[in-house]
């Protein structure tokens, strides 16, 4: 293939936030609601300050479960960033590799400093399929 | 918490599964027009073969990206390519905290629920929150 396209061209623009002060009870309801495995925590400036995963939600629940310890907020459980954030204009081939070797299955994306979007494993695999075989096969 | 739940309250029993024959790029369009990160594989008995992996579909869909592989090299590849073939099995009548714990220590987020040998259905990590979640206030 000649033509490697970038992680722009796949990665999800419109992605759900996470407010670091949200109460993390609606955190678990948003993440169940829009069937996400995890979202980005991005605070008042935009700056990206954790993810909180799905088993970072079953951890809390399976604690809340045993003791009437209060729920509360997503930055009390959010985990840090597992690695570096991706440039936009890095060719896709390139950040499927580092998704493939990496337990994350998301990264932020990054243009001068700046967040632009996240790219997921997801958006990889339906961005290359589309590419090799259409949008409805 | 009410309870003691059990695996079977929350285990879906009306999942589909991949034939070890089904190619690539249909596991593929499975996953992405059903929104889900992985499913089953068994054969006509009912017989577990694996659980086919997102992670193991992006990589050969990157192999033809960097021109490791041909798009009909891709095309022929099967669900059992794609799957891991080991995998653990959780018991019908297992408890619903029991079962979170094992979640929490193996990297799957889906896992085939069996009674007698026999595959009765599957649970995930997100049937289990969701679980835990409706039973605490």
Redesign the interface.
């Known amino acids: 293939m000649n033509d490697i396209p970038t992680v722009a061209e796949f990665m999800d623009k419109e992605f759900t936030k996470l407010s670091p002060e949200l109460p993390l009870k609606e955190a678990v309801n948003i993440l169940i609601k829009k069937q996400l495995l995890a979202a980005l925590v991005v605070d008042n400036n935009e700056t990206l300050v954790g993810i909180l995963s799905e088993k970072d939600c079953l951890k809390i629940l399976l604690q809340k479960a045993y003791s009437q310890r209060p729920w509360g907020m997503v930055k009390d459980y959010m985990h840090e960033i597992p690695a570096a954030a991706m440039p936009s204009e890095m060719p896709a081939t390139e950040a499927a590799s580092i998704l493939i070797g990496h337990k994350s299955r998301r990264f932020p994306v990054v243009e001068n400093g700046k967040l632009v979007g996240q790219i997921t494993r997801r958006d990889l695999l339906r961005g290359m399929h589309t590419q090799l075989f259409g949008q409805d096969k | 918490?009410k309870g003691p739940f059990k695996v079977n309250d929350f285990t879906d029993k009306d999942f589909f599964t991949f034939k070890p024959e089904t190619t690539v790029?249909e596991v593929?369009?499975m996953?992405?027009n059903k929104?889900i990160?992985g499913a089953i594989v068994a054969d006509e008995k009912g017989k577990v073969l694996g659980i086919c992996s997102?992670?193991a579909?992006?990589?050969l869909?990157?192999d033809?990206?960097?021109?490791k592989m041909t798009?009909e090299e891709?095309s022929q590849k099967k669900a059992t390519d794609v799957m891991y073939p080991e995998f653990q099995t959780i018991a019908e009548d297992l408890g619903l905290?029991e079962a979170?714990?094992i979640?929490?220590n193996v990297?799957y987020?889906r896992l085939p629920v069996v009674t007698s040998g026999r595959l009765v259905g599957q649970i995930t990590?997100?049937d289990?929150?969701?679980g835990?979640?409706k039973?605490?206030e």
């Open positions: 918490m790029p593929v369009t996953l992405i929104g990160f997102e992670k579909c992006l990589k869909y990157n033809v990206f960097e021109g798009v891709l905290i979170a714990q979640f929490l990297p987020r990590r997100r289990i929150v969701k835990i979640d039973f605490i």
